[in-house]
């Protein structure tokens, strides 16, 4: 059974950063595509990032392009979200999940997801 595991959210000002991390077990991980997608109120689920097990990697926000940079550590098991610049519209809750299929900002190709963690950022 796949289990990925989310941390590092908070609450930080407008400016500041935050290094999201999303711990994978169960399965090779380098053979799992990890990507990060965000909910805020009110509003979809939308896809923010995505890397492949070969380490290709993709964003799919323009908003957060430039800011937000997705990595892996393969020893680690682990996908990192570094999110800097952050601004009061990155609030929402974020969630890593786990496919054995190519990136995509489609979510229903992920099989696996955590349990989200809640970044707020205030103006």
């Known amino acids: 059974e796949v289990q990925v595991v989310e941390s590092g959210g908070g609450l930080v000002q407008a400016g500041g950063s935050l290094r999201l991390s999303c711990a994978a077990s169960?399965?090779?991980?380098?053979?799992?595509?990890i990507g990060w997608f965000r909910q805020a109120p009110g509003k979809e689920r939308e896809g923010v990032s995505c890397?492949?097990?070969?380490?290709?990697?993709?964003v799919y926000i323009d908003s957060v392009k430039g800011r937000f940079t997705i990595s892996s550590d393969n020893a680690k098991s682990t996908v990192y979200l570094q999110m800097n610049s952050l601004k009061p519209e990155d609030t929402a809750v974020y969630y890593c999940?786990?496919?054995?299929?190519?990136?995509?900002?489609?979510?229903?190709?992920?099989?696996?997801w955590g349990q989200g963690t809640q970044v707020t950022v205030s103006s």
């Open positions: 999940a786990a496919t054995i299929q190519g990136c995509s900002d489609y979510d229903e190709i992920y099989d696996w």
């Open positions: 169960g399965f090779r991980f380098a053979d799992l595509t």
């Open positions: 890397i492949s097990g070969s380490g290709g990697s993709t």
